[in-house]
């Protein structure tokens, strides 16, 4: 997601035809959201299974295949197809049911939290004292989404320099406006793909204190490059903040092999699963200072205020929804995009938010 987004492909490991006659009728909104979610639910429980996930020596083994072909990997693939299914639709449709900060990733319901705006504020100021945030720092936003932490932080501390990298022009465009509209002249919006962008040859003081980046990494294959990467960029006492949401142990591909892979296919093509621990080993360049683990009922409860908001938009995001997909498909889309919301949140919500969940890093320069 964000931003973030999980897979519902996860949900079908092994499918026979009746699942592609099930689908249809969901597609369709003819099945109502509990048996969906019923449905969900025992898929991933299914998954989990096929996955072997209480087979320690199994796990080791899938893990250890995972590495090679990550480190024979690009840093990234597919990253048209990414942008395309989440990026660049028209802001106007995550203005009608994200929060206030347009935070499209998980937010933190601490206690009484009860708002999608108040959980959108409190992981941002979790991220602040997380990343160590301050002003006067020079900081880039990487992979900034529709500029929830950027413009926040832009307002929040005037002495700082704030670099936004985005890979959608309609992004761009979003927060170039909301700065203008705020009077903010401390934030710089850049496109480009992070599997290819590169700053040139920064002198120390060219270089960030701080780079944060938020649900990008799930669209990574090649973390070792990319941390090398990112490391050319933070000055020698330069520190990386990263969210992801991950497994507690498994990690894997988002593969689009047939039609049955519905959210590689429609939501995160070319995307990865993190288990909780796969960055640990890729610290060549950069070490990992501080780790946290966030349940994830914070993120089942962010897609499930989503869809909420998003069924009560409808008369707005139709129109919007005809245009981006074609009038013959918008109530179809609609519905995806519903399906979607409800497979974040049975994934999260799953075994109460004790299998998958949100991992935050802090790196230092070795």
Known sequence: ???????????????????????????????????????????????????????????ATRLASLLDELRASPIAVETDAANAQHYELPASFFAAHLGPHFKYSC????????????????????????????????????GCGWGSLSLWLAARYPNAEIVALSNSHGQRAHIEAQAAIRKLR?????????????????????????IVSIEMFEHMKNYGALLARIAGWLRSDGKLFVHLFAHRTLAYHFEVRDRSDWMSKYFFTGGTMPSESLLLHFQDDL?????????????????????????DAKPTVLPILAKTYGAADATRWFQRWRMFYMAVAELFGFAQGTEWGVAHYLFEKR
């Open 287 to 311: 070490a990992v200072k501080r780790h946290w683990w966030l349940n994830g009922t914070h993120y089942e409860r962010t897609a499930n205020d989503w869809l909420a908001r998003l069924d």
């Open 186 to 210: 401390n934030i710089r919006v850049l496109t480009g793909n992070i599997a290819s962008f590169d700053f040139g040859q920064l002198s120390e003081r060219e270089r960030f204190d701080r």
């Open 1 to 59: 997601m964000s931003q973030t987004t999980t897979n519902l492909a996860a949900s079908f490991p092994r499918r026979d035809p009746s699942d592609d006659f099930l689908t249809r009728l969901c597609e369709k909104g003819w099945l109502p959201d509990w048996l969906v979610r019923a449905g969900m639910r025992r898929l991933m429980a299914q998954r989990l299974a096929d996955e072997g996930v209480q087979d320690g020596e199994f796990c």
């Open 107 to 142: 937010c933190l319901y601490a206690d009484g939290t009860s708002t999608l705006a108040q959980a959108e504020q409190a992981m941002l100021e979790l991220y602040e004292r997380r990343a160590l945030l301050a002003d006067g720092q020079r900081i880039l936003d990487l």
